[in-house]
């Protein structure tokens, strides 16, 4: 009844933000996903001493998302934006699958490009399906745990805690799937080299979850008192 009451005196402006503010952070973590996916482990990088596959580097984005999310709208709105992005998987594969058995019309000369990547990216999505349903809900549920465990209190423990466990629930499954339909060349053709690649990209993932939390704590701090809460 208060949260009717309050929607009531809210302004038509207030609402809109926080509408445009949820279509933005969805776009921002649908966005991160899909080029996640689409670059995946086509190629491997450097970066501080780690070395990581390339589409590692937008999948911290997607659970500082996430996390603001949960902590500005709540675990349904949360947990219904993993849904559509589980989903947003298959619609891109289907659209590369169809651009894969269409001929080619020897316009580009892009051909092997094309297929190299989605040759890549078809197992690897499928990796990366798995990885994402299971990792993205263990961070929405482990945000609302620790939430509610706290009562409402230590943003930085809630926000560190489910990033850091969804991105180690994430890494182990995707890099594993891809290990074992044989997406990787090179040197990571051992069961040690796995490990050691796992090793090092949540090493990366851990720290990046670190790094974010001032922009968690800004984004709720600049953002909280605008969002007003939904009618019950």
């Known amino acids: 009844m208060k949260h009717q009451q309050f929607l009531q005196i809210t302004t038509g402006k207030d609402l809109n933000f926080k509408e445009n503010l949820f279509l933005f952070l969805s776009g921002i973590f649908l966005t991160s996903m899909i080029m996640g996916n689409i670059i995946g482990i086509t190629k491997f990088v450097e970066v501080f001493g780690l070395t990581i596959p390339i589409g590692t580097l937008a999948f911290p984005i997607t659970f500082l998302a996430t996390d603001l999310i949960c902590e500005l709208y709540g675990e349904k709105r949360a ?9 947003m998987n ?3 594969l ?13 316009v580009s000369g892009g051909t092997m490009i ?7 990216m078809r197992a690897g999505v499928i990796a990366s399906v798995i990885a994402y349903a299971v990792a993205q809900t263990v961070d929405v549920k482990m ?11 230590h943003l930085w423990l809630r926000n560190n805690l489910s990033t850091i466990c969804s991105q180690l629930v994430d890494t182990i ?4 799937i891809n290990y074992m339909v044989g997406n990787f060349k090179g040197d990571i053709n051992s ?3 796995l490990v050691s690649l796992i090793i090092s990209m949540y090493t990366f993932k851990f720290f990046s979850a670190l790094f974010d939390t001032p922009l968690f704590y800004l984004g709720v701090r600049l953002l909280k008192d605008k969002i007003p809460p939904d009618a019950e």
Do not use: C, P
């Open 79 to 87: 947990q219904k934006l993993v849904i559509v992005g589980f989903f």
């Open 90 to 92: 298959f619609f891109m």
């Open 94 to 106: 289907a659209v590369m699958s169809l651009g894969n058995y269409l001929d080619d019309a020897g």
């Open 114 to 120: 094309y297929d190299e990547v989605y040759g890549f």
């Open 143 to 153: 945000f609302h745990f620790w939430k509610r465990l706290t009562n409402g209190k």
């Open 173 to 176: 499954a995707i890099l594993s």
């Open 191 to 193: 069961v040690g080299a």
